[in-house]
């Protein structure tokens, strides 16, 4: 069965970091893409970062700098390290993986496969 679970979430005051992790179990081809999104409240869903299973990545213009998406495929792990994190970072954060290779990293109806969602809280 094709699941992912993360984890890591917290809470941190503002200039702090923290990193989320996701772990993808089932067949390894929904890693083709993989990125990770965030909502809050009130809000709708938004792509931070995306990785191909090549490498290439994709950000936010609000999180350039700041996060890193990267993968252990041995892990069949997806993690997001966010620095010098910010109130507006706050949300739930989600998982998302596909197979489909020709779609993109950052529109949330791209991607198929979701987490349950962790919350990330950073306080000024």
């Known amino acids: 069965q094709d699941r992912l679970v993360e984890s890591g979430g917290g809470s941190v005051q503002a200039g702090g970091s923290l990193r989320v992790s996701c772990t993808v179990s089932?067949?390894?081809?929904?890693?083709?893409?993989m990125a990770w999104f965030r909502q809050a409240p009130g809000k709708g869903r938004e792509g931070v970062a995306g990785i191909f299973n090549s490498g290439i990545t994709r950000y936010a213009d609000s999180v350039k700098g700041r996060f890193t998406i990267s993968q252990d495929n041995a892990k069949n792990t997806l993690y997001l390290q966010m620095n010098s994190l910010k109130p507006e970072d706050t949300g739930t954060y989600y998982c998302?993986?596909?197979?489909?290779?020709?779609?993109?990293?950052?529109?949330?109806?791209?991607?198929?496969?979701w987490g349950q969602g962790i919350q990330v809280t950073v306080s000024s």
């Open positions: 998302a993986a596909d197979r489909r290779s020709f779609l993109g990293l950052l529109r949330a109806a791209d991607f198929f496969y």
């Open positions: 089932g067949n390894p081809d929904i890693r083709t893409r």
